[in-house]
């Protein structure tokens, strides 16, 4: 009785597994789209402000955010850029030697850098953000250590 009740979650559980597992994928795809629109509208706001205020507490760390955020939109530009100097100086006469096979090559050339690029982003956001924790981190202590001092006063 107990394993046929198994049976009947497995059947009920496997679909919504495969479920999971492809929307997860179809996720990892958008994801560096969603993470350099983030980047680029955060760049966008602060683009009329001033980089720094006198008041700031981690001038480095501002404008190292800043800096990822920059290379993480131009990071996609960069793959098409890679892509069309490789096409241009890659080494193959295309001229010669042009066929299905040589045509498949010429895509290639110019989609792969642009596909590493594109997946470089959430690389470089986790990078970001695991430096960002860590701040957080150090600020949090920071205050916690004012208020012991303060408390044990």
């Known amino acids: ?21 492809l929307k997860t994928v179809f996720y990892f795809i958008v994801l560096p789209y969603k993470v350099w629109k ?13 980089l720094l205020s006198d008041e700031e507490e981690f001038p480095i760390y501002t404008i190292s955010k800043i800096i990822y955020d920059a290379v993480i939109v131009f990071l996609p530009i960069l793959g098409l850029i890679i892509g069309v100097i490789v096409l241009l100086f890659g080494g193959y006469d295309y001229y010669y030697y042009y066929d ?14 642009f596909i590493i690029c594109y997946f470089l982003i959430p690389l470089l956001s986790f990078i970001k953000e695991v430096l960002t924790i ?14 012991t001092d303060k408390n044990s006063s």
């Open 1 to 21: 009785m107990e394993q046929k009740q198994e049976y009947s979650l497995i059947s009920q559980a496997l679909p919504k597994a495969l479920f999971v597992f």
């Open 38 to 50: 983030s980047s680029t509208l955060r760049l966008a706001h602060i683009s009329n402000q001033p």
């Open 100 to 113: 299905y096979y040589n045509t498949g090559i010429v895509v290639w050339q110019i989609i792969m850098p």
């Open 134 to 147: 860590t701040l957080s981190m150090v600020h949090s202590l920071k205050i916690i250590e004012k208020n």
